[in-house]
């Protein structure tokens, strides 16, 4: 069936360094990728998003890399500050949302 | 603050029982979609409106069903309430009902069947 996963539930990493955030998919017609941030008590909110025409695209602090070959993207956070601590999910947009399970990200000083 | 309101934030109710959880989209938005988030589950689609329509379905049980009012207000009726239909319920919004505009989220209504 088609799915969208994360390959770690937690990820701990020390203020200031670079976070990777991963996800693999299995629909190899997927061709739209969305990464949502989720704070403890608040919704998705959206980070960044690529098309399967780009393998990379970056935004503020944030850079998402695609690789159509082996159907894995990731998230890479940059100096990652404690309010970056949250949950993030990949999600596929088809007109509706199919979203992995997420990756806890935990920032220690 | 995405801009999409939510009511009520939290409900707790019995098995058997039905709600009524509301969501007010973005100013302008057309499309409202309708996800669960539950632990065991993650967060699944449910169902989506655009302009007053259905647009589309997803895993929502029958027991569940939604609308959308003229005013572009939408609304989630759970009956027969069971245990596993606690979780958190969110509501979002998008302007156009097409795959590529961003959806904004609600801040969610947590659902707790005792």
């Known amino acids: 069936g088609e799915s969208v996963g994360l390959h770690l539930p937690t990820l701990s990493v020390q203020e200031g360094d670079n976070s990777i955030i991963n996800c693999a998919y299995s629909?190899?017609?997927?061709?739209?990728f969305i990464w949502y941030k989720q704070e403890s008590g608040k919704g998705p909110q959206f980070i960044i998003d690529?098309?399967?025409?780009?393998d990379k695209r970056q935004g503020q602090r944030v850079t998402v890399l695609l690789n159509k070959t082996v159907k894995h993207l990731s998230l890479q956070i940059a100096a990652t500050q404690p309010g970056d601590s949250a949950v993030y999910f990949c999600?596929?947009?088809?007109?509706?949302?199919?979203f992995g399970t997420g990756t806890r990200l935990q920032v220690f000083p | 603050d995405s801009g999409v309101t939510q009511t009520p934030k939290h409900l707790i109710t019995a098995t058997g029982q039905r709600v009524t959880l509301r969501c007010s989209p973005r100013?302008?938005?057309?499309?409202v979609y309708w996800y669960q988030q539950s632990l065991d589950q993650g967060l699944q689609f449910l169902i989506q409106y655009y302009n007053g329509e259905e647009r589309a379905k997803g895993n929502i049980l029958e027991r569940f069903s939604a609308q959308q009012f003229p005013d572009l207000h939408s609304e989630l009726n759970l009956s027969s309430l069971e245990l596993g239909d606690s979780a958190l319920y969110f509501c979002?919004?998008?302007?156009?009902?097409?795959?590529?505009?961003?959806?904004?989220f609600g801040p969610g209504t947590r659902l707790t069947v005792l």
């Open positions: 629909n190899s017609a997927s061709d739209y």
């Open positions: 100013s302008g938005d057309l499309s």
């Open positions: 690529i098309r399967s025409n780009m």
């Open positions: 999600a596929e947009n088809r007109d509706k949302l199919i």
């Open positions: 979002a919004s998008s302007a156009s009902g097409r795959g590529d505009n961003e959806q904004f």
